[in-house]
């Protein structure tokens, strides 16, 4: 099983519009939970540290459930920037361990 | 501000070449990283740097040497390609331990191996 497991999408979703996915991660001691964010052949980009408590930053909620062993990415009034790959990374200890990505396509 | 900076950004190597791929940080980051991106998959480590002078092997070692080669540099060898080392490579830094700092990761360099 993979540490962390992504719906790859793509989402298709029109401008304005909200749309949100998962990442689920198989370890229960992980400690840090982050959103990263890949546009076409870049690198990726921290997004968001995503808090025991949730977090909002502008557009994007991030939330952590830890009983599941989720977080999810809201994205709220979609633009065409927002087009994308995200990742979502988890750590535990030293260690860093990458979802393959959920692809995010905002239309005009 | 440059960040990381790598390079080659694209290399064409044919099977049992070998090269190396350099990267450098100005961010005065102790911990520096190789990745190696496929399709479908999430980026892998390859090798890290939790500081100067010491390397550890992560997930996909195999086929690769590494050399930290001062505090702003750490450098990927690849002493003799395989087709299966096609790939994007990523090198990144962080402060310190990733877990409680962010990494900044650079513009990646293209292998194929043919």
């Known amino acids: 099983r993979k540490e962390v497991e992504q719906d790859p999408g793509p989402f298709n979703v029109p401008e304005g519009a909200t749309v949100a996915f998962n990442c689920t991660y198989s370890n229960s001691a992980s400690q840090s939970f982050f959103w990263y964010r890949q546009d076409c052949r870049k690198e990726p980009k921290l997004l968001m540290s995503?808090?025991?408590s949730g977090n909002e930053d502008g557009r994007f909620t991030a939330q952590l459930n830890r009983a599941s062993q989720y977080i999810s990415l809201l994205i709220r009034d979609s633009k065409l920037s927002d087009s994308a790959t995200y990742l979502c990374?988890?750590?535990?200890?030293?260690?860093?361990?990458f979802g393959a990505g959920t692809t995010v396509t905002v239309r005009a | 501000n440059a960040g990381v900076t790598q390079t080659p950004k694209f290399q064409v190597l044919k099977t049992g070449q070998s090269m190396t791929l350099q990267c450098a940080q100005d961010m005065n980051h102790n911990s520096m990283y190789w990745y190696r991106q496929d399709p479908g998959m999430g980026l892998r480590l390859i090798y890290y740097?939790?500081?100067?002078?010491?390397?550890d092997k992560g997930e996909v070692p195999n086929g690769y040497n590494v050399s930290r080669l001062n505090k702003r540099e750490f450098s990927l060898r690849l002493e003799s390609a395989a087709p299966s080392q096609t790939s994007v490579y990523f090198c990144?830094?962080?402060?310190?331990?990733?877990?409680?700092?962010?990494?900044?990761f650079g513009a990646g360099s293209r292998l194929t191996v043919l």
């Open positions: 740097s939790a500081s100067e002078g010491t390397t």
């Open positions: 990374v988890v750590s535990n200890d030293y260690k860093l361990s």
């Open positions: 990144a830094s962080s402060r310190s331990d990733p877990g409680a700092n962010v990494l900044t």
């Open positions: 995503v808090y025991s």
